[in-house]
């Protein structure tokens, strides 16, 4: 069986990166449909060497679609996946607008891949700086439970979308010509102000919750617990999050403190070994060469790097790990066309009777 694939946002950062790692797929794929707003219709671009011209995104779009995969921001994930779903597509979303909903699977193959099964039609792809996170977690939490989890990030400037990229270079030019920075779309786009983020670090990404802690932490926390433990707001494991957007342009990195549920069997070097040895993980933990983690060696793999792996000699049980990922791939672009490629192994590419938005 071969499959007629729709790249929802295929003009964008992540977008063009579904193109790639779609190429590079195992999904056989019979026609692909590049959509976007009107302002990219006619643009041209390629798809395994052939030309695919971008067309204006309407319901109409997904006429005769088996897969979407959808990066177009979460407006036009809310307008146009119910009407993909309603046309018995199936779509795998990377925007937040259905991560919470309990209809929806939230799924990273490597944690949970079996609550794909229970699809109505919409998967969700979570969060970048989750994704990274949980696949580093995911062996640990297999052999010795989690208690805690408390991790700052340090996010690259490409989260923010392909704009967000050119604007980030600009202030480095600017800054670098000895002229003012101008900011217009860090840290939040829709927000009042603005502020540069070359030679800067803005500690605000998305908007801000009530409690004070921002809309990207809050995905971190609750977005984990669904992930991991079924349930959002599943007491069992404590998150807390700070995130931290960088003048990085690709690859976030990750400052994880964890603290197991049972420590008996473990140390740092057995948490070197289970991340050695566990799925889309690479360890690269070498103090007496100066090895860890890096974005810049990140960049265009689908991977999860960790390092810097250590014990708290303070609080016997509780560990750090440094954990880098390229952003665009596994925390978007490859975990979303990995999730695909999950759908047609298990010969889940159809929406049920009770599809999601059915009336
Ligand atoms: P366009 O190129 O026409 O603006 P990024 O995350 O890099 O900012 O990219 C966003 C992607 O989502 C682009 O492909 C953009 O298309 C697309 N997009 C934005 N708004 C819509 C919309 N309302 N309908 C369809 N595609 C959209």
Same mark, same amino acid.
């Given at each position: 069986?071969?499959?007629?694939? /729709?790249?929802?946002?295929?003009?964008?950062?992540?977008?063009?990166?579904? #193109?790639?790692?779609?190429?590079?797929?195992?999904?056989?794929?019979?026609?692909?449909? !590049? !959509?976007?707003?009107?302002?990219? &219709?006619?643009?041209?671009?390629?798809?395994?060497?052939?030309?695919?011209?971008?067309?204006?995104?309407?319901?109409?779009?997904?006429?005769?679609?088996?897969?979407?995969?959808? %990066?177009?921001?979460?407006?036009?994930?809310?307008?146009?996946?119910?009407?993909?779903?309603?046309?018995?597509?199936?779509?795998?979303?990377?925007?937040?607008?259905?991560?919470?909903?309990?209809?929806?699977?939230?799924?990273?193959?490597?944690?949970?891949?079996?609550?794909?099964?229970?699809?109505?039609?919409?998967? &969700?792809?979570?969060?970048?700086?989750?994704?990274?996170?949980?696949?580093?977690?995911?062996?640990?939490?297999?052999?010795?439970?989690?208690?805690?989890? #408390?991790?700052?990030?340090?996010?690259?400037?490409?989260?923010?979308?392909?704009?967000?990229?050119? @604007?980030?270079?600009?202030?480095?030019?600017?800054?670098?010509?000895?002229?003012?920075?101008?900011?217009?779309?860090?840290?939040?786009? %829709?927000?009042?102000?603005?502020?540069?983020?070359?030679?800067?670090?803005?500690?605000?990404?998305?908007?801000?919750?009530?409690?004070?802690?921002?809309?990207?932490?809050?995905?971190?926390?609750?977005?984990?617990?669904?992930?991991?433990?079924?349930?959002?707001?599943?007491?069992?494991?404590?998150?807390?999050?700070?995130?931290?957007?960088?003048?990085?342009? #690709?690859?976030?990195?990750?400052?994880?403190?964890?603290?197991?549920?049972?420590?008996?069997?473990?140390? &740092?070097?057995?948490?070197?070994?289970?991340?050695?040895?566990?799925?889309?993980?690479?360890? @690269?933990?070498?103090?007496?060469?100066?090895?860890?983690?890096?974005? #810049?060696?990140?960049?265009?793999?689908?991977?999860?790097?960790?390092?810097?792996?250590?014990?708290?000699?303070?609080?016997?049980?509780?560990?750090?790990?440094?954990?880098?990922?390229?952003? !665009?791939?596994?925390?978007? /672009?490859?975990?979303?066309?990995?999730?695909?490629?999950?759908?047609?192994?298990?010969?889940?590419?159809?929406?049920?009777?009770?599809?999601?938005?059915?009336?």
């Amino acid at each position: 069986k071969e499959y007629n694939v /729709a790249i929802l946002g295929a003009t964008g950062a992540v977008g063009t990166r579904m #193109i790639q790692q779609l190429e590079q797929s195992s999904i056989p794929v019979k026609q692909v449909k !590049l !959509l976007a707003s009107p302002r990219s &219709a006619g643009k041209v671009l390629q798809f395994k060497g052939q030309d695919v011209t971008v067309e204006a995104t309407t319901p109409e779009s997904f006429d005769d679609v088996d897969i979407v995969l959808a %990066s177009a921001g979460g407006a036009a994930s809310k307008q146009f996946l119910p009407e993909a779903v309603k046309r018995g597509a199936v779509a795998v979303d990377n925007t937040s607008a259905f991560r919470m909903d309990p209809e929806v699977p939230l799924v990273v193959p490597e944690v949970n891949e079996d609550a794909i099964a229970q699809h109505k039609g919409i998967i &969700a792809n979570p969060n970048c700086s989750t994704i990274q996170m949980v696949v580093a977690l995911k062996p640990i939490f297999d052999v010795a439970g989690l208690k805690q989890i #408390i991790v700052s990030t340090y996010q690259a400037g490409s989260g923010a979308g392909q704009t967000a990229i050119q @604007e980030l270079d600009d202030e480095a030019q600017q800054h670098l010509n000895g002229e003012p920075m101008t900011a217009d779309i860090f840290p939040v786009k %829709s927000e009042a102000h603005h502020y540069p983020l070359a030679f800067n670090l803005l500690p605000q990404i998305d908007v801000f919750e009530p409690d004070g802690s921002t809309h990207e932490e809050w995905k971190m926390v609750h977005e984990t617990k669904k992930i991991m433990l079924g349930d959002m707001n599943d007491p069992k494991i404590k998150v807390n999050a700070t995130c931290v957007r960088v003048p990085v342009v #690709i690859g976030h990195g990750e400052s994880v403190y964890f603290e197991v549920e049972d420590n008996t069997n473990l140390d &740092a070097h057995k948490v070197q070994e289970l991340i050695k040895h566990g799925d889309g993980l690479v360890l @690269e933990d070498d103090p007496a060469e100066q090895l860890y983690p890096q974005p #810049i060696n990140a960049e265009g793999h689908t991977d999860t790097y960790v390092g810097r792996v250590r014990e708290d000699p303070e609080n016997p049980g509780a560990y750090n790990l440094w954990v880098v990922a390229d952003n !665009l791939l596994k925390g978007a /672009a490859a975990n979303t066309v990995e999730i695909a490629e999950k759908l047609v192994e298990h010969d889940l590419v159809r929406v049920p009777a009770d599809y999601y938005g059915k009336e």
